[in-house]
């Protein structure tokens, strides 16, 4: 892997690093005293949790084995504008705009985020990247809290798999963040 990055600011270091990652989708965290950065990418599931894999957070009152919390509707963005620098164009400033019309019309608003990605410098992968923010804005947007007993204790941030609580869910997909 290439890289070569043009630092004409100053932040910290882990912006530094947020800023190179979104411009691939990519996530980031600590863990066993070591820091690990990956790319969300569809993938197919590496493991699957069913109720008998879940631990009950409380015994003393039956419930379901997972929580889910949902992001506030308020903090989706029906319209993402990147902006870009634009090779073919003398590295001209360009906005590349993903919208989901159907959301303004039913919601009655237009929640706008913009969002400076200088490190992309074609109009297919800025089409992309916007679309996808856009996608991540709107419809990835639930938590799943859960506890797993000691034969899944080696699952990793970044993992994908399914989980099923013979609740609320059927084999949702989930990633391990």
Known sequence: MLLSVNLNESKPWMDWVDYILSHVGGWRHFGGGKFHIGALHDEAPAYTLTDDDLVQPNPDSPGPKVQINKRPYSD????????????????????????????????GQIRKRTVKLDGINNATLAAYQAQRLLIDSLYRYNIFKFIVGYKNML???????????????????????
Not at 87 to 93: D, F, K, L, Q, T
Not at 165 to 175: G, H, P, Q, V
């Open 76 to 107: 989706t963005y029906n319209r993402i504008e990147l902006v870009w620098t634009d090779r073919a164009n003398n590295y001209a400033v360009a906005v590349a705009v993903a919208q989901d019309e159907v959301d303004q019309r039913v919601s």
């Open 155 to 177: 699952l990793e941030n970044g993992d994908v798999g399914t989980i099923t609580d013979n609740f609320n869910l059927t084999a949702e997909k989930i990633r391990i963040m």
